[in-house]
C-alpha cells in the first residue's frame, strides 16, 4: 500500500528522485505501535495484538518509487477474512524509503501511515488519514526539504513551465504542483498555460 496525500503535501507515488541507499537503522516500530493503541479503538486495529512478532521493517530498494509501503504475505481475501475474525495477519512488511533519513517529520508520517495499514487500516479511508495527521503530522512544504526536493523534480519534468493572465497579461515561471487558481497579479482566474521566455 504505497503513500498517499496528507492535505495535499504528501506526493502519491512515484518518487521521481534517484535515491542513495541508507546505513541508518530502521525506525523502531514498538513505540509507534504504543501510541496506536492508546488512542485507536481495539475493534478498529484487529491486527495490532501480536503484531510485534510478525512485522518486519526495512529500507526499500533505492530505486522504489514509494515513500512507504505495506505487504502483507496473506492474499486480500484471507486477510479480510482474518480481520473480522479478529485473528492475526501472519508476516507483514514495511518497506520506507531511504530518502526519508533526511526529513524526520516526513518519516514518522508515512511510517505511522504504514503502520496503520499493518494494524488493520488496509484502506485508504478518511479515517487512516485523520489518524495518521493526528499521530504524526506531515510535514508542511517548507519545512521539508524531502517535498521540495521532489516538488522540484516534478515540475521540471513538466510540459508547462509557467503561466501567463490572460486577464492582465502577468506571467510567472512555475512554482507549484497543480495550476494556480487565480494571477497574483490581479486575482482573475483567468490562468493559462505560458511557455515563453521570461527574460526581459
Request: hydrophobic share 35%.
Given at each position: 500500500?504505497?503513500?498517499?496525500?496528507?492535505?495535499?503535501?504528501?506526493?502519491?507515488?512515484?518518487?521521481?528522485?534517484?535515491?542513495?541507499?541508507t546505513?541508518?537503522?530502521?525506525?523502531?516500530?514498538?513505540?509507534?505501535?504504543?501510541?496506536?493503541?492508546?488512542?485507536v479503538?481495539?475493534?478498529?486495529?484487529?491486527?495490532?495484538?501480536?503484531?510485534?512478532?510478525?512485522?518486519?521493517?526495512?529500507?526499500?530498494?533505492?530505486?522504489?518509487?514509494?515513500?512507504?509501503?505495506?505487504?502483507?504475505?496473506?492474499?486480500?481475501?484471507?486477510?479480510?477474512?482474518?480481520?473480522?475474525?479478529?485473528?492475526?495477519?501472519?508476516?507483514?512488511?514495511?518497506?520506507?524509503?531511504?530518502?526519508?533519513?533526511?526529513?524526520?517529520?516526513?518519516?514518522?508520517?508515512?511510517?505511522?501511515?504504514?503502520?496503520?495499514?499493518?494494524?488493520?487500516?488496509?484502506?485508504?479511508?478518511?479515517?487512516h488519514?485523520?489518524l495518521?495527521?493526528?499521530?504524526?503530522?506531515?510535514?508542511?512544504?517548507?519545512?521539508?526539504?524531502?517535498?521540495?526536493?521532489?516538488?522540484?523534480?516534478?515540475?521540471?519534468?513538466?510540459?508547462?513551465?509557467?503561466?501567463?493572465?490572460?486577464?492582465?497579461?502577468?506571467?510567472?515561471?512555475?512554482?507549484?504542483?497543480?495550476?494556480p487558481?487565480?494571477?497574483?497579479?490581479?486575482?482573475?482566474?483567468?490562468?493559462?498555460?505560458?511557455?515563453?521566455?521570461?527574460?526581459?
Amino acid at each position: 500500500m504505497g503513500d498517499e496525500p496528507g492535505k495535499d503535501r504528501v506526493p502519491v507515488h512515484p518518487v521521481p528522485v534517484e535515491v542513495s541507499a541508507t546505513d541508518d537503522q530502521v525506525p523502531d516500530f514498538q513505540p509507534w505501535l504504543d501510541r496506536i493503541k492508546e488512542v485507536v479503538d481495539p475493534s478498529e486495529t484487529p491486527f495490532l495484538t501480536g503484531l510485534s512478532r510478525w512485522l518486519e521493517v526495512k529500507w526499500s530498494n533505492s530505486k522504489s518509487e514509494f515513500l512507504g509501503v505495506t505487504r502483507f504475505e496473506l492474499n486480500p481475501n484471507e486477510l479480510m477474512r482474518r480481520r473480522r475474525m479478529g485473528a492475526p495477519s501472519g508476516p507483514v512488511l514495511i518497506e520506507l524509503n531511504p530518502i526519508l533519513v533526511e526529513d524526520q517529520a516526513l518519516l514518522n508520517h508515512t511510517f505511522v501511515h504504514e503502520l496503520l495499514h499493518a494494524v488493520g487500516f488496509t484502506e485508504h479511508d478518511v479515517r487512516h488519514s485523520e489518524l495518521t495527521e493526528r499521530l504524526a503530522p506531515a510535514p508542511s512544504l517548507s519545512n521539508s526539504p524531502v517535498l521540495q526536493r521532489l516538488r522540484s523534480v516534478v515540475i521540471v519534468g513538466q510540459d508547462v513551465q509557467g503561466w501567463i493572465c490572460g486577464n492582465c497579461g502577468n506571467k510567472w515561471k512555475r512554482s507549484t504542483v497543480s495550476r494556480p487558481k487565480r494571477c497574483p497579479n490581479c486575482a482573475r482566474a483567468d490562468v493559462n498555460p505560458y511557455d515563453g521566455s521570461f527574460k526581459g
